[in-house]
């Protein structure tokens, strides 16, 4: 099970984080990614974190955004910086169970669990 937090509004330039709490097996034995949608608009891959710690991310939003994980918590984050109004949507963490080619068309292919959502808006 995945429960998000975080996100809200904020002016263009800000920063926002996300989180999502993992439940059940260890954080580090699944491909972690965060993807956002909004309502009539295709699913974005945002960034992953694979059981390897390789991380990857899409063009749109890299060198501002950081996907990592807190072992401990069992917890995953995502840090938005430089935040653009384009960046407003509805955004999601997902899971996949020991999945080593962990890519964002992998993931959103292959995720078993999605968390709740939560709303990001960026102000201009």
């Known amino acids: 099970q995945l429960v998000q937090s975080g996100g809200g509004s904020v002016q263009a330039g800000g920063s926002l984080r996300l989180s999502c709490a993992v439940s059940?097996?260890?954080?580090?034995?699944?491909?972690m990614g965060w993807f956002r949608q909004a309502i009539g608009k295709e699913r974005e891959g945002v960034a992953t974190?694979?059981?390897?710690?390789?991380?990857r991310y899409a063009d749109s939003v890299k060198g501002r955004f950081t996907i990592s994980e807190d072992n401990a918590k069992n917890t995953l984050y995502l840090d938005m910086n430089s935040l653009k109004p384009e960046d407003t949507d509805m955004y999601y963490c997902?899971?996949?169970?020991?999945?080593?080619?962990?890519?964002?068309?992998?993931?959103?292919?292959?995720?078993?669990?999605w968390g709740q959502g939560t709303q990001v808006t960026v102000s201009s």
């Open positions: 059940g097996n260890s954080i580090n034995q699944y491909c």
């Open positions: 974190i694979g059981p390897d710690g390789v991380t």
């Open positions: 997902a899971s996949a169970h020991f999945l080593y080619d962990c890519y964002l068309s992998r993931l959103s292919d292959l995720a078993r669990s």
